[in-house]
C-alpha cells in the first residue's frame, strides 16, 4: 500500500467552504480522476483519507494537509495534477510527496496566519498588538458545545506584529474594500488545547485596546507545520519524506557500489 500526502488550498470565496464540504468535493475528485483508493472494512467502506488540523470554515488557506492510502503506487506529481484537474478553482491540489516518514499529524505544531483589517489604521492596530504582545495574559471567551468557555488566547502566540508598507495579501480582492486604511498583521500560533484561533485573538485586540475591525478580518493561514525553537519558524511539514526519497536513490547507489 502507498501513501500519498498532499498540500492543497483554500482560496478566495471558497474558504467559506466547510472542512465537510471539501471531503465531499474531494472525494468526487477521487472518483474522477480514478485514483485506486484503499477503502476501510466494514458494511459501509469509506477510502482512507486522512485530514490534519483543517482551518476553521471562512479562512482561507495555503497550506491544509492530507494524506490517503493507494492499493497501486502512482506518481505524486502526476497524482497531484490529476486531482486538481478535478476539484474547482480555489480548492488547489499544490504538492505532492510519497510518505516515507511517520508522523505527518504530529508535525503540525504551529500555524502562520496573516490578518487583513480592513477599515483600521495600521497605527492603531499597532498599538493593539503592542498591549496585546506587553500583557501576561489575554483572557477570552468561545462559545462550545458544552457552553462559554474562558481561556488564556495569548499564551499560545509566538509572535504578532504589523506587516509595515504591505497592501499584497493573499485574501481576494473580490472580498475586500480597497478605498479605506487597512492593516495587516502576521500571527504565529502554537497548536495547544484548547485550540487558540485568530478569531480568539481578535477577541484579544478588542478586549486589550478595544481594537474592533468595522468589517470582519479576512484571515489567511500562510503556513503550518512543526515550530522551530532555535530560528522562531514554522518548517515545511513535507520536508522529512523528500530527504527520505532523495536519500534512498543515494543508498541504493552506494549499496550497487560495493564488492559482492
Given amino acids: 500500500m502507498q501513501r500519498i500526502r498532499l498540500r492543497y488550498t483554500k482560496r478566495g470565496r471558497l ?117 496585546f504582545n506587553g500583557a501576561e495574559t489575554v483572557e477570552v471567551q ?21 506587516v509595515a508598507g504591505s497592501t499584497e495579501t493573499h485574501s481576494s480582492p473580490a472580498d475586500r474594500p480597497t478605498d479605506q486604511p487597512c492593516a495587516i498583521l502576521r500571527l504565529v500560533v502554537r497548536h495547544v488545547t484548547p485550540a487558540v484561533r485568530p478569531d480568539d485573538v481578535l477577541s484579544g485586540l478588542r478586549a486589550v485596546a478595544d481594537l ?8 489567511t493561514r500562510l503556513a503550518q507545520g512543526l515550530f522551530d525553537e532555535e530560528t522562531g519558524t514554522v518548517t515545511d511539514p513535507l520536508a522529512p519524506d523528500r530527504e527520505a ?4 536513490p543515494a543508498a541504493a547507489t552506494a549499496a550497487a557500489k560495493e564488492p559482492a
Fill in 142 to 162: 468561545r462559545m462550545t458545545k458544552n457552553g462559554v468557555r474562558t481561556f488564556d488566547a495569548r499564551s499560545a502566540v509566538v509572535s504578532l506584529g504589523s
Fill in 245 to 248: 526519497a532523495a536519500a534512498q
Fill in 15 to 131: 474558504r467559506f467552504t466547510s472542512h465537510r464540504d471539501f471531503q465531499r468535493a474531494f472525494e468526487r475528485a477521487l472518483r474522477r480522476a480514478e485514483v485506486p483508493m484503499a477503502y476501510s472494512a466494514g458494511f459501509t467502506p469509506h477510502p482512507k483519507v486522512s485530514y490534519a488540523n483543517a482551518a476553521p470554515t471562512g479562512t482561507g488557506s495555503e497550506a491544509e494537509y492530507l494524506e490517503i492510502a493507494l492499493t497501486a503506487a502512482r506518481d505524486p506529481e502526476e497524482l497531484r495534477a490529476l486531482l486538481d484537474e478535478s476539484l474547482p478553482p480555489g480548492l488547489d491540489v499544490v504538492d505532492a510527496v510519497e510518505a516515507r516518514t511517520p508522523g505527518l499529524a504530529d508535525r503540525l505544531t504551529a500555524s502562520v496566519w496573516e490578518l487583513r483589517l480592513d477599515g483600521v489604521d495600521p497605527e492603531d492596530a499597532g498599538r493593539a498588538v503592542a498591549a
Fill in 212 to 219: 474592533a475591525p468595522p468589517v470582519p478580518a479576512a484571515v
